[in-house]
């Protein structure tokens, strides 16, 4: 295992604990908040149920996780530090300055505004520090904003960012030192315009963050604002949208650069609202909320390959997969998300087959007709399936599927799957049959000489297992 430290357990350090952790690394984390042991705990227990959910298969082995009683402690041995205390220059310096005395291993902080050069005033290397700036939640979403001291080194820094890029994140590197940025300044702007319209009493906080979360919101999350901007223009693309629209900058619409005073009367406003938005709901409640609509979004991304969701189905192409077991095939090993499960709280039937299908593709990627196999216009098509439903599997739990080959002559594929638990529970069953078929005719015909070689050597392997439960077995033909 590698070791990571975390400085500082609040929401964003347990975030960083929980990207670690869920990574395989193991985590010392260090806060002399006597409260930091359980708000580190809650935060784990929502990147457990959340970040597994990502992925059609299973993350490594959690990471051990352990309180060290000072920053020495900490920091030793670790190969990457995140520093994740408050927004307070002079408290980082002092957490720095220790750090530095114990280890010359480049700190990653999160701040959301200092620059690097703020940041390492004092030390004896600046360049030790550099800003690593996440996202809440940091277990989910991928980015995090990467800049160097102007003394760095970039030789550590390419390593620290290479091993964000191994938890799945995505490093952006940014070009030169700049108060908050590069996102967060995106976010002050229009944060600014908010304070204006609800102070003028032109919207309600609702009915602002309704403007996002029903428009550009949803455009935002997976083109970003210029690509968006750029099919604005049209089929003439992003210099008609420029010659069309960027007058309007000119246009005195905003109030971008001018501050509004957070005096009493609009920061009750601004609490009132708010509270008569979402304060029938807990901070826990909207948390969990949060994790459940960022999972199926980023889900849904990934189903296209798209945005996040390519950055999340490159990062499961390098999990490793699973062994076989008992001398079948272990092909699926995952977690249930939230959108594979009913009103009924459990995965509904057409998710199991969802997971049986998976399983099938994986024995077709074992014998060599993967997804080359079918670029070709070759491939094996389900012609009849038994599922037998056992016991109710919920969302976060983790299951796997064990394949075995019951027949792999001539033109058909017949397979038994056995759908577990974590701890063995056997929760479904199915046998399928599957017929080779070419692309092209959609009609059945005899596999590649390659593909029936290797299925006839598995059929032949697993010739030698325990039968199926006659009772769940198809009728044969």
């Known amino acids: 295992m590698t070791k990571a430290a975390v400085i500082g357990g609040g929401v964003i350090g347990g975030g960083w604990a929980g990207r670690f952790l869920l990574n395989g690394w193991d985590v010392a984390v260090y806060d002399p908040d006597?409260?930091?042991?359980?708000?580190?705990?809650?935060?784990?227990?929502?990147?457990?149920?959340?970040?597994?959910?990502?992925?059609?298969?299973?993350?490594?082995?959690?990471?051990?996780?352990?309180?060290?009683?000072?920053?020495?402690?900490a920091v030793a041995g670790a190969a990457y530090i995140q520093e994740s205390v408050p927004e307070r220059l002079d408290l980082k310096r002092r957490v720095y300055a220790e750090i530095a005395a114990a280890t010359d291993t480049p700190i990653g902080s999160s701040t959301s505004g200092f620059k690097p050069s703020d940041l390492g005033e004092?030390?004896?290397?600046?360049?030790?520090?550099?800003?690593?700036?996440?996202?809440?939640?940091?277990?989910?979403?991928?980015?995090?904003?990467?800049?160097?001291?102007?003394?760095?080194?970039?030789?550590?820094?390419?390593?620290?960012?290479?091993?964000?890029?191994?938890?799945?994140?995505?490093?952006?590197?940014?070009?030169?030192?700049?108060?908050?940025?590069?996102?967060?300044?995106?976010?002050?702007?229009?944060?600014?315009?908010?304070?204006?319209?609800?102070?003028?009493?032109?919207?309600?906080?609702?009915?602002?963050?309704?403007?996002?979360?029903?428009?550009?919101?949803?455009?935002?999350?997976?083109?970003?604002?210029?690509?968006?901007?750029?099919?604005?223009?049209?089929?003439?693309?992003?210099?008609?949208f420029l010659a069309q629209f960027g007058p309007a900058l000119k246009w005195p619409w905003t109030k971008l650069m001018d501050v509004p005073d957070l005096d009493d009367a609009l920061v009750a406003a601004v609490a009132g609202q708010s509270d008569a938005?979402?304060?029938?709901?807990?901070?826990?409640?909207?948390?969990?909320?949060?994790?459940?609509?960022?999972?199926?979004?980023?889900?849904?991304?990934?189903?296209?390959?798209?945005?996040?969701?390519?950055?999340?189905a490159e990062h499961e192409s390098r999990l490793p997969a699973q062994p076989p077991a008992h001398g079948?095939?272990?092909?699926v090993d995952r977690t249930i998300p939230h959108d594979w499960t009913d009103y009924n709280g459990h995965m509904n039937e057409s998710r199991f087959g969802q997971a049986f299908s998976d399983a099938a593709d994986a024995v077709m990627a074992e014998i060599g007709a993967g997804p080359d196999y079918i670029a070709d216009g070759l491939s094996y098509f389900t012609v009849d399936i038994r599922i037998r439903f056992l016991a109710e599997a919920h969302a976060g739990a983790r299951i796997r599927v064990e394949s075995q080959v019951l027949d792999g002559s001539g033109k058909k594929l017949r397979l038994f799957h056995r759908m577990l638990t974590a701890e063995g529970t056997e929760m479904a069953?199915?046998?399928?049959?599957?017929?080779?078929?070419?692309?092209?005719?959609?009609?059945?015909?005899?596999?590649?000489?390659?593909?029936?070689?290797?299925?006839?050597?598995?059929?032949?392997?697993?010739?030698h297992l325990p039968p199926p439960d006659p009772a769940a077995r198809l009728p044969q033909r």
């Open 34 to 73: 006597p409260e930091a042991e359980r708000k580190i705990t809650a935060v784990l227990d929502r990147a457990r149920l959340s970040l597994p959910m990502l992925y059609e298969r299973t993350l490594p082995t959690e990471g051990q996780l352990t309180f060290a009683t000072s920053l020495a402690e």
């Open 122 to 240: 004092g030390l004896a290397e600046p360049g030790q520090v550099f800003v690593a700036h996440p996202f809440v939640p940091v277990y989910l979403l991928p980015l995090v904003e990467i800049v160097a001291h102007p003394a760095a080194d970039h030789g550590p820094l390419d390593a620290a960012a290479e091993i964000l890029r191994s938890l799945g994140m995505h490093p952006l590197r940014v070009r030169a030192e700049i108060d908050a940025h590069i996102a967060d300044r995106f976010l002050e702007a229009v944060w600014r315009e908010a304070l204006w319209l609800v102070k003028d009493g032109i919207a309600t906080t609702e009915e602002i963050d309704d403007a996002i979360r029903y428009g550009f919101g949803l455009r935002w999350a997976q083109m970003g604002l210029f690509e968006t901007y750029r099919i604005g223009g049209g089929e003439a693309g992003m210099a008609h």
């Open 277 to 312: 938005q979402s304060g029938h709901r807990s901070i826990a409640e909207l948390e969990a909320l949060r994790d459940r609509n960022l999972v199926a979004i980023l889900r849904a991304l990934k189903g296209q390959g798209s945005a996040a969701g390519a950055l999340i």
């Open 328 to 331: 079948v095939l272990t092909t």
């Open 429 to 463: 069953t199915a046998e399928q049959l599957l017929i080779h078929v070419s692309l092209e005719t959609r009609r059945a015909c005899p596999p590649r000489a390659d593909v029936a070689e290797r299925l006839a050597a598995l059929a032949a392997e697993h010739a």
